[in-house]
C-alpha cells in the first residue's frame, strides 16, 4: 500500500533534548512539508523540500531542522532551542507541480 | 487580517439537516482552493478540491467566488459521520507548493 508513514505516534522527552520524527513516504512524491498544530489552531508551515538535498525553511523554523537526504524520508529535529516544542506535527507530502498535499498519521510530542 | 479566516463554530447541527461553512483569504492572487476534513486527534484527509466553476461531490458542493475571496462548503443530508472539523486551505501565487490553511470549522452532527 502506497502512502505516508511518521513513527511515533507518540513521543515523550524531557526539556533540553533534540528529538528527530520520522517521516517516510512510497508515492514517489517529490516534495515533502513538515507542519505543527497546535489545540484550536490551523497548521503551520515549519520546513519544506521539493527536491532531494533541497529544502527551505516555512513560517516557523526557529528550533527546528531537517534533512533530505533521500526522495523517500523527510526527518524533522525539534532542538532544544525550541521554545514549545510540546504539538502534533503533521508530515506531508505532494507531486511536484500538483498543490494537493498528503499527510502522514502524525507524531504528537510532549515535552516536560 | 488572518491569510484564511474560518468560523471555528461549533456547528450543531441535527441529522439531515443542510450545513454551509463559510472561509475568506486575503491573498487575490491566490490559484488553487481546496476543503480538508480532519477528525479527531488524527490527520487532515483531503475532501474535495474547489473549482472555479463550483464542484460537487455526492452531499458536498464547494463553491469558489474570486470576487470576493471567498470559498463555501455545502453539506446536504448532513450524517453523524459528517461530524469533523473542516479546513479550508488556499494555495498561493507562488511556485513552491505551500498551502494556508484556515483554523477550522467544527461540525457536530447530533442524532
Known amino acids: 500500500d502506497g502512502g505516508i508513514t511518521q513513527s511515533p505516534k507518540y513521543l515523550f522527552r524531557k526539556e533540553g533534548q533534540n528529538v528527530t520524527l520520522s517521516c517516510e513516504q512510497n508515492l514517489n512524491h517529490d516534495a515533502m512539508y513538515w507542519y505543527r498544530q497546535d489545540p484550536g489552531q490551523g497548521l503551520r508551515l515549519i520546513y519544506y523540500s521539493q527536491i532531494v538535498n533541497d529544502f527551505q525553511k516555512g513560517d516557523i523554523a526557529e528550533g527546528y531542522s531537517v534533512s533530505r537526504e533521500k526522495k523517500e524520508s523527510f526527518p524533522l529535529t525539534v532542538t532544544s532551542a525550541q521554545k514549545n516544542p510540546t504539538a502534533f506535527y503533521l508530515c506531508?507530502?505532494?507531486?511536484?507541480?500538483?498543490?494537493?498535499?498528503?499527510f502522514g498519521p502524525g507524531t504528537r510530542l510532549t515535552v516536560t | 487580517r488572518k491569510e484564511v479566516e474560518q468560523d471555528p463554530g461549533p456547528f450543531n447541527v441535527p441529522e439531515g439537516a443542510t450545513v454551509a461553512f463559510n472561509c475568506t483569504y486575503s491573498?487575490?492572487?491566490?490559484?488553487?482552493f481546496f476543503w480538508y476534513r480532519q477528525d479527531c486527534r488524527k490527520e487532515p484527509k483531503l475532501l474535495m478540491s474547489?473549482?472555479?466553476s463550483g464542484n460537487e461531490d455526492g452531499r458536498f458542493t464547494a463553491q469558489l467566488n474570486r470576487a470576493s475571496q471567498y470559498i463555501s462548503l455545502l453539506i446536504r443530508d448532513s450524517k453523524l459521520s459528517d461530524s469533523a472539523t473542516y479546513l479550508c486551505v488556499v494555495h498561493g501565487s507562488s511556485n513552491t507548493g505551500k498551502l494556508i490553511f484556515g483554523q477550522g470549522t467544527t461540525l457536530q452532527v447530533k442524532p
Open positions: 474547489v473549482y472555479s
Open positions: 491573498n487575490s492572487a491566490s490559484q488553487s
Open positions: 506531508a507530502s505532494s507531486i511536484q507541480g500538483a498543490y494537493e498535499q498528503y
